[in-house]
């Protein structure tokens, strides 16, 4: 099984970018499907973007579409999530998680694995 940890996040202004990573310990990362999923204070944790083992697509929450992109690199055993023109509604904690499965991929149930988090704060 996987390890997970990420980093990159901070503090920034509205309209600023920031781009995450999350890098996974152990085998067979390549046979994972990744996800990027976010927590805001008194919210449930909600899905943001997922790339799939299977066919290799990458997949957003219709809120990050244009703005946030998903990467990853499997020589690294890293995946990373680019997010630019953010805006306070982004801030949140957020999760890398690792799931067996193809899909579907938005839901927090299907993810094996998670990382501790990495706090995203975005300032108006």
């Known amino acids: 099984q996987v390890q997970l940890v990420e980093s990159g996040g901070g503090l920034v202004q509205a309209g600023g970018s920031l781009r995450l990573s999350c890098v996974a310990s152990?085998?067979?990362?390549?046979?994972?499907?990744m996800g990027w999923f976010r927590q805001a204070p008194g919210k449930d944790r909600e899905f943001v973007a997922a790339?799939?083992?299977?066919?290799?697509?990458?997949y957003y929450t219709d809120s990050v579409k244009g703005r946030f992109t998903m990467s990853r690199d499997n020589a690294k055993n890293t995946v990373y999530l680019q997010m630019n023109s953010l805006k306070p509604e982004d801030t949140a904690v957020y999760y890398c998680?690792?799931?067996?499965?193809?899909?579907?991929?938005?839901?927090?149930?299907?993810?094996?694995?998670w990382g501790q988090g990495t706090q995203v704060t975005v300032s108006s």
């Open positions: 998680g690792a799931s067996g499965a193809a899909m579907p991929l938005h839901i927090t149930y299907q993810y094996e694995v």
């Open positions: 790339s799939s083992w299977s066919d290799g697509n990458t």
């Open positions: 152990g085998r067979a990362f390549s046979t994972y499907s």
